[in-house]
């Protein structure tokens, strides 16, 4: 008497056979993998780049699970000296590296690399309850000169200007004197804050108050104004329509390797791109 195995037999077989034959496989072919070993990553700099370095680490962190990363601020300046120096593994700062930041200070050697990340916007932010809908560059550097004293003057609600500024060593400031002041200076009567998050928080309490923030940090608690009819969005920061739009900057002492170089691959990469894309400009 013949036996014969049906097909659905034989499939039934092969589905019951499948896991041992795959366990046997990974055994013969040596020892199980060792878990990787955990990597921490330090990266500080820009106050600027914080929620973009941020939420970057929360997905990195995400798709590879032995990665600690900690973010912290500090400023663009500060940022570039612990990169150069080999503080950090990564340094941040939200403007271009000069030549002399790229040298020791002790040999003159060339001790930083770079590469840009990000586009982001100096959004110009007010109370949401101010009237004025938009202004010039010139108009802008007006009222931070000091020249412009009353938002009565700009057809807002009267009530005098409170300019907001920030301090000595950030990026930002650094790129809103270059862009909007020229060879003016903020007014010496400029409240001073040290971050862009303190910024938003003052001009949010304060209704006649106006200052500079990275776009990273707009929210409805204020009021970003349109500059020359462009705003500070994330299309208009990629395309360049926005005028006060800067690269923001990824920083080593040396040729990225290991981890290191991985994270900022990411950074760059479709995946990293669509982080960046949620708050800032994409670079690509």
């Not at 000069?98 to 040298?103: K, L």
């Not at 100096?122 to 938009?134: F, R, S, T, Y």
């Not at 106006?210 to 299309?235: C, D, F, H, N």
């Amino acid at each position: 008497m013949s036996h014969y195995i049906t097909a659905q037999q034989c499939r039934n077989l092969l589905r019951s056979l499948a896991p041992s034959i795959l366990l046997w496989l990974l055994t013969a072919c040596g020892a199980p993998m060792e878990p990787h070993e955990p990597v921490y990553l330090r990266i500080a700099g820009s106050t600027s780049m914080q929620p973009l370095i941020e939420d970057l680490a929360q997905v990195y962190s995400g798709r590879h699970g032995y990665v600690t990363i900690d973010v912290q601020g500090g400023g663009s300046r500060l940022g570039i000296a612990l990169a150069r120096g080999d503080q950090v593994d990564i340094g941040t700062a939200s403007r271009r590296p000069t030549a002399e930041d790229e040298r020791d200070p002790e040999t003159g050697a060339r001790r930083l690399w770079w590469t840009a990340i990000a586009q982001d916007g100096v959004a110009l932010v007010v109370h949401p309850q101010n009237a004025v809908e938009g202004l010039t560059l010139p108009q802008a550097r007006d009222i931070f000169f000091g020249r412009i004293l009353d938002w009565e003057e700009m057809e807002g609600i009267p009530g005098e200007i409170v300019v907001v500024s920030r301090e000595d060593g950030s990026g930002t400031r650094e790129v809103f004197e270059e862009m909007v002041m020229g060879e003016k200076r903020v007014t010496l009567t400029a409240i001073v804050m040290p971050s862009s998050k303190a910024v938003a928080e003052y001009v949010a309490r304060h209704p006649t108050a106006i200052g500079y923030v990275s776009m990273g940090y707009l929210s409805p608690q204020v009021k970003a104004l349109p500059i020359e009819g462009a705003s500070p969005t994330p299309e208009d920061v990629q395309s360049g329509a926005y005028p006060l739009t800067r690269p923001l900057y990824l920083l080593a002492g040396q040729e990225p390797a290991g981890e290191v170089k991985a994270f900022i691959e990411f950074a760059l990469s479709p995946a990293g791109q669509a982080v960046v894309g949620q708050r800032y400009g994409r670079l690509r």
